[in-house]
């Protein structure tokens, strides 16, 4: 029997060498097209290919195309032998020294009708460590501009994903109104991380030293109830990040005494005010990099006040509303008092329905549904 799994274990050796050797610049090309369900029109080449007895390495590795280039020092594969069937299974996979960019990144598009599912495979049946070491992630636009540095490892497995350790150096992501720099992450403890975000810009508006703990569990990361003052004074939020499998990735998260007064006062700050604090929670999820699920709730723990200044402050809602509920929305919420607040969203086929369901015992209610079409996209 042993003779018979060596046999077997040589002869996977010698055509996977052979596969290296004779078609290494072909074979990146073909399972990239075959991931993302489309032609990349690009130019692949490996310059050296290493065999050993437990693993696979390549070095040199490049991918150029028109949009996109992708540089790697090394890539290596180790694998180990068993009696039972598979005979032999994916211990490790490394990838060292690895740039990534796009550039514009508008023109990459994927056809999810083509692109592959998941499914498990054999050699999958352990567990695998990941170590993606040293990678730099560049994508840029017309609007848009991200750089990132980071490391990562983690145990991988057919149904599970556990991450062990990681860290982030000066992420920054830029556009016209929205602007993040320095951000870092560093483990602390035993599957504990600090998120570090020294400045955030939205808008003109600027908000430094946010330090936001991080959990790591199987499939998931937990973000402990934190204070965050973005969302008011004396807010809470709690959050998870739940990733089984790989076909979805979900996050929610739980709010307390959240005031959406500096969110408005960012995108409205002389033309409308909102006053009133809210607990609720919020769920997001996405398959195949598409949004697939949004569903959130709030409702407010005592009176607040909302005033609409000037009409300018919801223009762009004209485009999701008839005239009607346009005019309703800015006469009726001029210095409105309210005793209960209500604030839905859900995700709907391709569209976000906004509800704001309002009670005053001294001015009555106000109810209206926003539906926004298409900005999202997603399934």
């Known amino acids: 029997m042993l003779g018979k799994i060596i046999k077997i274990f040589l002869l996977v050796f010698v055509i996977v060498f052979l596969s290296l050797v004779g078609f290494r610049n072909h074979i990146f090309k073909i399972y990239l097209e075959s991931y993302v369900g489309k032609s990349l029109n690009a130019e692949c080449r490996i310059k050296k ?21 992708i540089i790697a020092k090394n890539i290596t594969i180790k694998f180990k032998a068993q009696k039972e069937k598979p005979y032999f299974y994916l211990s490790d996979v490394i990838l060292s020294d690895v740039n990534f960019k796009i550039e514009p990144f508008e023109n990459i598009k994927t056809d999810s009708s083509k692109a592959r599912a998941y499914q498990s495979l054999p050699v999958f049946t352990k567990p695998v460590q990941l170590s993606l070491k040293n990678l730099n992630i560049i994508l840029k636009s017309k609007s848009l501009e991200m750089n990132s540095s980071f490391s990562i490892i983690a145990d991988v497995g057919s149904d599970m994903i556990f991450l ?20 870092r992450l560093n483990k602390f403890k035993q599957n504990g ?47 998870k990040c739940d990733f089984s499998g790989y076909d979805k990735f979900c996050v929610g998260a739980r709010f307390q005494d959240v005031s959406f007064e500096k969110i408005v006062d960012i995108f409205a700050s002389e033309e409308a005010a909102f006053r009133g604090l809210f607990d609720g929670s919020l769920k997001a999820c996405a398959r195949a990099f598409m949004i697939s699920e949004v569903e959130a709730g709030f409702k407010n723990k005592r009176n607040g006040f909302i005033n609409v200044k000037k009409e300018s402050s919801f223009t762009f809602l004209k485009s999701y509303l008839d005239a009607a509920s346009y005019n309703a929305l800015i006469d009726n919420f001029k210095n409105y008092e309210y005793n209960i607040g209500i604030i839905s969203a859900k995700k709907e086929a391709s569209a976000l329905n906004l509800t704001l369901d309002f009670t005053s015992d001294t001015m009555g209610k106000r109810n209206i549904t926003i539906s926004f079409h298409d900005i999202l996209g997603g399934m």
């Open 164 to 183: 062990k350790d990681a860290s982030v150096v000066d992420f920054f992501i830029k556009s016209q109104d929205f602007e993040i720099t320095n951000l």
């Open 49 to 69: 290919a290493n065999l050993w007895f437990n693993s696979v390495g390549v070095e040199g590795v490049a991918i150029n195309a028109k949009d996109f280039n």
């Open 193 to 239: 991380y600090l998120l570090k975000i020294p400045n955030i810009r939205i808008k003109d508006k600027e908000f430094k030293d946010f330090f936001i703990p991080i959990k790591s569990e199987v499939n998931q990361l937990l973000f402990p109830r934190a204070k965050n003052p973005f969302l008011g004074a004396d807010a809470l939020v709690s959050a």
